[in-house]
């Protein structure tokens, strides 16, 4: 079953994203050399807590935090930790996700810590045009894959001389009174596939790419996902209501705008 919201509902689901907002934009001020992760995550939670709501995260099939940070090689679920320093030239991604009224939110960002390599810098801007594609895709009468093939192809379109992999085994999904609902949003694939997207549905939709193979490995500490190559990876996310005057980006900004 696919959740279907009411405006009303939808309008909802914004003030949870409004919070995510809020919170990734905290963090990313306090991104900088030196910082810990763990930092980064007792700023999201203030946030995301001194605006009524709850972490999504934090106790979600017992994970230890308020938000996902990846550092580097790390795709997602990184554990946050005060061992964890950033240092120059690091790049980090950091999922968020809040709690609202039993609505929720969620969203990723990947930011440079210090001066970063171009390759780095290239790998997440084109993970962000990706999803950008993604969101555009992601229309009223449209198909679920027409979103996966918008992102694959994006990817393949700016990829240049540089062969980006795009994870498989992690994509979007349906978001609403849960944080992870069907279906399930893969980041590649031929358009015309899987359920058609109608009004009142929200889906996350967030590309993962690396600046080498697809395949992916989960640590000992059975959350945090790193590239089985050692490459780096970026990933960037929003969570999209389709609406019959296009998608509604729940977690963009107070303006609309979507940082990055």
């Known amino acids: 079953m696919i959740e279907i ?27 900088k050399v030196g910082v810990s992760t763990l930092e980064l995550d007792e700023i ?18 017992g994970f230890p935090a308020s938000i996902c940070a990846s550092v580097n090689d790390q795709i997602v679920h990184g554990i ?24 929720h939110g969620d969203a990723a960002v990947t930011l440079p810590v210090g001066e970063i ?5 290239a790998l997440s801007d084109l993970t962000r045009v990706a999803m950008l594609a993604g969101i555009a895709a992601a229309t009223a009468g449209g198909r679920l894959t027409d979103v996966s093939h918008a992102v694959e192809s994006a990817v393949r379109a700016g990829q240049g001389s540089v062969e980006y992999g795009i994870v498989r085994e992690y994509g979007g999904h349906g978001i609403g009174t849960s944080m992870h609902m069907e279906p399930f949003l893969p980041n590649y694939g031929r358009p015309g596939r899987g359920p058609r997207l109608k009004p009142g549905m929200a889906i996350a939709i967030e590309p993962m790419l690396t600046l080498g193979g697809e395949k992916t490995v989960e640590l000992a500490d059975g959350w945090t ?35 990055g």
């Open 44 to 61: 999201a939670e203030q946030t995301i807590r001194d605006a009524g709501a709850v972490p999504s995260f934090k106790g979600y099939h």
């Open 5 to 31: 919201k009411s405006p009303d509902e939808l309008d909802a689901m914004r003030a949870a994203g409004l919070v995510v907002a809020a919170a990734l934009a905290n963090v990313t001020a306090a991104v």
């Open 80 to 103: 946050p930790s005060a061992a964890q320093l950033l240092a120059d030239g690091d790049l980090i991604s950091v999922d968020c996700g809040a709690i609202l009224g039993g609505w």
């Open 117 to 121: 390599s171009e390759a780095d810098q």
């Open 225 to 259: 996902v790193v590239t089985a190559d050692g490459s780096r990876a970026a990933h960037w996310e929003h969570s999209v209501a389709i609406t019959d005057d296009g998608p509604r980006v729940l977690t963009a900004s107070p303006d609309g705008s979507l940082p």
